[in-house]
């Protein structure tokens, strides 16, 4: 592993404030911005449309899709590039051929954009979205029981985030495959928070669809994010976008069929800078280490704040044990939580609050120092008073 404070020196935010917003927004390094500028730049130079242009974009997006690919071990094949998160999940979410009466399970922990997309299919389709009751059991009681007892005969796809976006727990993803997979049901995972903290095989772990993003843990530039389909589920999924990337085409240009990889769900002109810009992030943690030493030092962080939370009063941490994640995430008994919030950032502390359930979240980094932790502890320790 690199030296962290050297390592951080290349990431311009964390010069003039303490970060802790990873989970919603991570800062990008200065090497990520300028890759991004050059390719720009290059692209114009040579001109944006051309053989030239096309010979040199061509090779830097399948790049960018092997980075990502081997970030997941998986075969580059098996990516769809994607602008984000809710994208990758409207993509499996949309290209199940749904049928009425067919079910459709989420959490209760459920993005706000993934839950408005189950309610317009079951508009749409006539699907029966229910609900399972995850949130309670962050310090008690099995997640995959209660999936289990959700889980019917019909249910066609269950969509779950691997890491839960406002409590941090980690679900037992492999296990929660096995049930599912008894059941015949597809499995997507909402993977915002998951990817670029947690050491990933996407191949051994047996899910069907994995939705994630370059712009929060990665550090990457925001517009650029994947899908992974897992290749036994690709003919079971139709596109939900069609352009001329996810087609083959005759000698006339006429649509012939679809391509027989990821690109099966792209539309056509993707931002090849930020694609560049994403694959200099993810070169950027892998020199200071690898995923395995970043995620053991993001626990570390973890645990050492959850400790500190632990020992205010008028401050009660959700989780009861040190999260196996980034996000750490307590409630307050005496202020309302965005009061907080706001003078933390008039501090320039950058935390955030949650609605459900109310909450302030701190996302940790392995960029995290302790001592910007010990900092923001003081500040919340004299806030409170």
């Known amino acids: 592993m690199n030296n962290l404070h050297h390592h951080r020196a290349q990431f311009p935010a964390l010069s003039n404030k303490i970060y802790f917003n990873y989970g919603g927004q991570g800062p990008m390094s200065q090497v990520t911005m300028d890759a991004i500028d050059q390719s720009q730049a290059h692209i114009q130079n040579i ?36 602008g984000n998160v809710t994208v990758g999940c409207n993509i499996a979410m949309w290209g199940i051929d749904w049928h009425a009466g067919d079910h459709l399970l989420l959490s209760d922990c459920e993005h706000p954009g993934v839950i408005a997309t189950a309610g317009e299919i079951a508009r749409r389709f006539a699907v029966k979205v229910t609900t399972c009751p995850l949130m309670a059991t962050l310090n008690e009681g099995d997640s995959i029981s209660i999936i289990a007892e959700n889980i019917r005969p019909r249910t066609r796809l269950v969509v779950l985030s691997h890491v839960l976006w406002n409590t941090g727990q980690v679900l037992p993803i492999d296990k929660i495959v096995e049930v599912c997979r008894s059941n015949k049901s597809l499995l997507l995972i909402d993977a915002a928070q998951s990817v670029g903290v947690l050491p990933l095989n996407l191949t051994t772990l047996g899910v069907d669809f ?9 550090c990457g530039p925001a517009g650029v994010g994947g899908l992974y389909v897992r290749p036994e589920a690709r003919a079971s999924l139709n596109p939900t976008f069609i352009g001329l990337n996810g087609i083959t085409t005759n000698s006339q240009a006429q649509p012939t069929g679809w391509q027989p990889d990821g690109r099966k769900y792209e539309v056509s002109t993707l931002s090849t800078p930020l694609y560049v810009g994403l694959k200099a992030a993810i070169t950027i943690h892998e020199q200071w280490g690898t995923a395995e030493e970043r995620y053991e030092r993001i626990c570390q962080n973890s645990q050492y704040l959850w400790q500190k939370l632990n020992s205010l009063s008028d401050v009660k941490c959700l989780k009861n044990s040190p999260p196996e994640s980034g996000l750490v995430s307590f409630q307050l008994t005496n202020q309302p939580s965005f009061k907080l919030v706001q003078y933390l950032e008039s501090e320039k502390i950058l935390t955030r609050t949650i609605a459900n359930p109310n909450c302030i979240r701190v996302s940790v980094h392995y960029l995290t120092l302790e001592s910007e932790i010990d900092q923001l502890i003081t500040v919340i320790s004299s806030r409170l008073g």
């Open 47 to 82: 001109g944006p449309f051309g053989n030239e242009a096309y010979s040199w974009i061509s090779p830097q997006i399948q790049a960018s899709r092997e980075a990502i690919a081997s970030l997941l071990n998986v075969t580059s094949d098996t990516i769809t590039l994607t």
């Open 210 to 218: 994995y939705a994630f993003t370059g712009h929060k843990w990665l």
